[in-house]
């Protein structure tokens, strides 16, 4: 199974635009910047047909080391969640009971 | 943030035309997606990684009314946040 990594959606913008690679380069890099920003406000964003990316805030709860079975508490903390547009898995499942909402 | 404004804010800082921008970011978003859809992962150092997992179809009940229902297989999404991005937000 194949991975796709930042450098196939470099080549997949270079191809597409026509810009150079390090500005294709900058330009991928500038989107998870820009997404990454806005989730540092706790602000949700919202790719119509892709998905949303939203920040959740998790209390502290009780844990345990599990190494060594001692209780520590697991300090609140914020965590960054993605609800997949239904549209991504489109060819397949289109019957499937989708729990996504749908999007903008 | 919507993908318009994602768009806008990329043909700014970028200085492309918004026609540029919003076929940079519509490249990004769909190359992901078509990786997904053949069952591929993708890794974005920095931001996290995404992939799919397979469910078996199983036995479901209407929770209404305590039918029999067959859930169908599917494949369901998952996204794991990155180090950088987790460090970012939890502040």
Do not use: C, W
């Amino acid at each position: 199974m194949a991975t796709t990594t930042k450098a196939d959606l470099v080549e997949a913008v270079y191809d597409r635009i026509g810009l150079s690679r390090p500005k294709s380069t900058a330009i991928v890099e500038q989107v998870f910047e820009l997404i990454t920003q806005r989730l540092e406000l706790a602000e949700t964003v919202k790719l119509s047909g892709f998905g949303v990316f939203s920040v959740r805030g998790k209390r502290a709860r009780p844990g345990r080391n599990p190494k060594t079975g001692e209780p520590i508490e697991i300090t609140s903390r914020k965590v960054v969640t993605y609800r997949a547009s239904p549209l991504v898995l489109a060819s397949n499942d289109k019957s499937a009971d989708h729990e996504e909402d749908e999007e903008l | 943030m919507t993908k318009s404004s994602l768009i806008s804010a990329i043909a700014a800082k970028m200085e492309l035309s918004r026609r540029e921008a919003e076929v940079a970011v519509n490249t990004v978003f769909d190359t992901i997606s078509a990786s997904l859809d053949r069952g591929d992962r993708v890794e974005l150092r920095g931001f996290g990684s995404f992939g799919v997992k397979q469910r078996r179809s199983r036995d479901g009940r209407n929770p209404k009314t305590g039918d029999h229902v067959l859930v169908d297989a599917k494949r369901v999404l998952f996204f794991k946040a990155g180090k950088e991005l987790r460090r970012r937000v939890d502040v």
